[in-house]
């Protein structure tokens, strides 16, 4: 990678867009040595497509319900983000486990966060309120944040970053997800910086 060329981000969303949009911004603040080459989402109609739009940033739809088996949608997905040769794809609400041909193509590369201390509360099914609320019902005193690698397993890829938060009296799952999604994002784009960082050096 020439040192004069800023990092290409590949962003893989499946939701509203709000960590995609932080992501974005960052780049344009000059907080993210990088640049969102593209948006890729698993389906149509959803608010990260709008962010893409306001922001002028190429989106495409990639839906498994457009193909015969995940192998071929997983080609697909391979092949679109590919056209972007991205150092880095980046996982922002992206709801679909990805294949073995594109964890192949893009190994190392692609990047995740969790809204927990991962190992703890990882794995198939674990995600959103309910991780939330497996860290109550164990009685923890501290969540977290997890930045990792992703592999073919649920959450088990190599750990990037984490960062404690605090659990309070009288937290519900809905309390606690607030206050990890106030610090998230931030440190999710400080966690990308610093690979950006280290991969020019």
């Known amino acids: 990678m020439r040192m004069n060329r800023k990092a290409q981000i590949v962003v893989l969303a499946s ?35 709008d962010v893409a739009k306001l922001l002028n940033i190429p989106a495409k739809v990639v839906s498994l319900n457009e193909f015969l088996d995940r192998e071929s949608w997983d080609q697909a997905l391979t ?5 972007y040769n991205p150092e880095w794809v980046v996982l922002a609400g992206f709801n679909q486990l990805l294949g073995h041909q594109f964890l192949c193509r893009f190994e190392g590369r692609v990047i995740n966060t969790h809204p927990s201390l991962l190992p703890k509360y ?41 960062t404690k938060v605090p659990v309070v009296s009288g937290d519900t799952p809905e309390s606690l997800a607030e206050r990890l999604k106030a610090i998230e994002r931030d440190f999710y784009v400080a966690t990308l910086q610093e690979l950006v960082s280290k991969s020019k050096s």
């Open 79 to 83: 092949l679109e983000v590919a056209k």
């Open 15 to 49: 939701g509203a867009g709000s960590t995609f949009a932080a992501i974005a911004d960052a780049c344009g603040a000059g907080r993210l040595d990088a640049q969102v080459s593209a948006l890729i989402v698993s389906r149509d109609n959803i608010g990260a497509l």
């Open 122 to 162: 990882g794995g198939k099914g674990m995600y959103g309120m309910r991780v939330h609320g497996a860290v109550l019902q164990a009685g923890d005193k501290e969540t977290g944040i997890t930045v990792h690698l992703v592999t073919a397993d649920y959450d088990e890829g190599p750990i990037l970053a984490q």
